[in-house]
Nanobody, 119 residues
Framework: QVQLVESGGGLVQPGGSLRLSCAAS????????MGWYRQAPGKERELVATIASGGSTNYASSVKGRFTVSRDNAKNTVYLQMNSLKPEDTAVYYC?????????????WGQGTQVTISS
């Protein structure tokens, strides 16, 4: 059974920092491309950052320079370090694991963790 469990969300003031973690089980973690997505109230889910199995990273323009995605394959965990947080970063953040296998894309999602940026 595949599980992605996010943690680290919370309430912080603008300009603050948070680090999200996503612990994976039930998959060969090192083979998966991992990502963070977020969904704000009334908006569609959007990509925040991804880190490929080989380590290359990609960021949404809105978070580039402020957020850093990383992974620890020994711990089956992906991280999202978020600095200089803004109120518009408020959303539920979801962890994603993705792999292309047998010609199809397989996706797994975590349950989400709430991040609220407010003074």
């Amino acid at each position: 059974q595949v599980q992605l469990v996010e943690s680290g969300g919370g309430l912080v003031q603008p300009g603050g920092s948070l680090r999200l973690s996503c612990a994976a089980s039930g998959i060969i973690f090192s083979s998966y491309n991992m990502g963070w997505y977020r969904q704000a109230p009334g908006k569609e889910r959007e990509l925040v950052a991804t880190i490929a199995s080989g380590g290359s990273t990609n960021y949404a323009s809105s978070v580039k320079g402020r957020f850093t995605v990383s992974r620890d394959n020994a711990k089956n965990t992906v991280y999202l370090q978020m600095n200089s947080l803004k109120p518009e970063d408020t959303a539920v953040y979801y962890c994603n694991a993705k792999i292309l296998t047998s010609g199809r894309v397989v996706n797994y999602w975590g349950q989400g963790t709430q991040v609220t940026i407010s003074s």
